[in-house]
């Protein structure tokens, strides 16, 4: 059984939406910070948006204002809404516990945004 599940990409226009979901498993969520990734081909993985077990957010500056980061601890689910999406948010997506080292560093499939201008 796959403990990380990833839905939602898909092709947008510049400036739409998207939400973003992830299923976890409770091994995952169940203690542990939080994040979206995001990779490009050819360049490295960057987390995206962070959030505590507790709810506390942070999001790298080009994402700032456009996405939200939530979680749902009982249902060991995360979001990402995003919003005003740029061509320059094209990449493919992956949840995953943060930091993402050791025993996390095990990676689902993802989930493929492709922003068109």
């Known amino acids: 059984q796959e403990e990380l599940v990833e839905s939602g990409g898909g092709l947008v226009q510049a400036g739409g939406s998207l939400r973003l979901s992830c299923t976890t498993s409770?091994?995952?969520?169940?203690?542990?910070?939080m994040a979206w990734y995001r990779q490009v081909p050819g360049k490295p993985r960057e987390v995206v948006a962070t959030?505590?077990?507790?709810?506390?957010?942070n999001y790298i500056g080009a994402v700032k204002g456009r996405f939200t980061i939530s979680r749902d601890n009982a249902k060991s689910t995360l979001h990402l809404q995003m919003n005003s999406l740029k061509p320059e948010d094209t990449a493919l997506y992956h949840c995953?516990?943060?930091?993402?080292?050791?025993?996390?560093?095990?990676w689902g499939q993802g989930t493929q945004v492709t922003v068109s201008s």
């Open positions: 995953n516990a943060y930091p993402a080292i050791g025993e996390y560093d095990r």
């Open positions: 409770r091994r995952i969520s169940r203690d542990n910070n």
């Open positions: 959030i505590t077990t507790t709810g506390s957010t």
